[in-house]
T-cell receptor, first 112, second 112 residues
Framework: DQQVKQNSPSLSVQEGRISILNCDYT??????FLWYKKYPAEGPTFLIS?????DKNEDGRFTVFLNKSAKHLSLHIVPSQPGDSAVYFC???????????FGAGTRLAVHP | GAVVSQHPSWVICKSGTSVKIECRSL??????MFWYRQFPKQSLMLMAT?????????EQGVEKDKFLINHASLTLSTLTVTSAHPEDSSFYIC????????FGSGTQLSVL
C-alpha cells in the first residue's frame, strides 16, 4: 500500500517555463512534507519542506503547495533551468524527519 | 550543509558472501541514522533506524539477522548484508539527521 504516490514517472519542460510536480498521500497523520532532488549515482538532496499548518512555502524558484483536504502537494519550479533536470522525490512523515515515506519519484527533464 | 559519506559507492559480490556498507557523518554527530533501499523505478524504502549505542529498529518485513546494523559511534553506522543473494541487489542509501536530514551518495550492490 503506497502511502505517498507520484503518479507521473516523468515530466519534460522547456527552459524558462514552469515545472509542476505532483504528489498525493493517503495517510492523514502525515504532518510534514519534503521534496528531495536526486542526480544519478548521488544521494537525494533536500530541496524544500512544508508543515501541515501551512499551505504554501516558497524558497527562491521553488514553491511547495499543500492541499490537506485533497491530500495533495505540488512543487512548482519557475523558471525551470536545465540544471533542474533530475529525479524529484516527495516524502512525508508524521513527526519531523523520523520515518520518511517516499514516493517513487518523477524524472524532470528541462530542455532548451 | 552537513556531509554524509557513504562507502563503497558500488560493490559486486558472489552469492553467499557478506558485504559491509559504511555511513559517516563528516562534520556533525548523529545519534540517529537511517538506512534505505531503492529498487529500480521504485521509491526509497526505510529499512531500519540506527541508534548510537543501542539496537537498531527495523521496519516490518526487514530481516534483522540478514541486515546487521551497527552504530558504534556518533559518526559511523554500518550495514552488513549477510549471506547476500541476487534478490538483495539494490541501491542502499543512508541518511543522518543534523538540522535537516542529509543523505549519503548511496551504494549500488550487485550480487552475482
Amino acid at each position: 500500500d503506497q502511502q505517498v504516490k507520484q503518479n507521473s514517472p516523468s515530466l519534460s519542460v522547456q527552459e524558462g517555463r514552469i515545472s509542476i510536480l505532483n504528489c498525493d498521500y493517503t495517510n492523514s497523520m502525515f504532518d510534514y512534507f519534503l521534496w528531495y532532488k536526486k542526480y544519478p549515482a548521488e544521494g537525494p538532496t533536500f530541496l524544500i519542506s512544508i508543515s501541515s499548518i501551512k499551505d504554501k512555502n516558497e524558497d527562491g524558484r521553488f514553491t511547495v503547495f499543500l492541499n490537506k483536504s485533497a491530500k495533495h502537494l505540488s512543487l512548482h519550479i519557475v523558471p525551470s533551468q536545465p540544471g533542474d533536470s533530475a529525479v524529484y522525490f516527495c516524502a512525508a512523515s508524521s513527526g519531523g524527519y523520523n520515518k520518511l515515506i517516499f514516493g517513487a519519484g518523477t524524472r524532470l527533464a528541462v530542455h532548451p | 550543509g552537513a556531509v554524509v559519506s557513504q562507502h563503497p559507492s558500488w560493490v559486486i559480490c558472489k552469492s553467499g558472501t557478506s558485504v559491509k556498507i559504511e555511513c559517516r557523518s563528516l562534520d556533525f554527530q548523529a545519534t540517529t541514522m537511517f538506512w534505505y533501499r531503492q529498487f529500480p523505478k521504485q521509491s526509497l524504502m526505510l529499512m531500519a533506524t540506527s541508534n548510537e549505542g543501542s539496537k537498531a529498529t527495523y521496519e516490518q518485513g526487514v530481516e534483522k539477522d540478514k541486515f546487521l546494523i551497527n552504530h558504534a559511534s556518533l559518526t559511523l553506522s554500518t550495514l552488513t548484508v549477510t549471506s547476500a543473494h541476487p534478490e538483495d541487489s539494490s541501491f542502499y542509501i543512508c541518511s543522518a539527521r543534523a538540522e535537516k536530514l542529509f543523505f549519503g551518495s548511496g551504494t549500488q550492490l550487485s550480487v552475482l
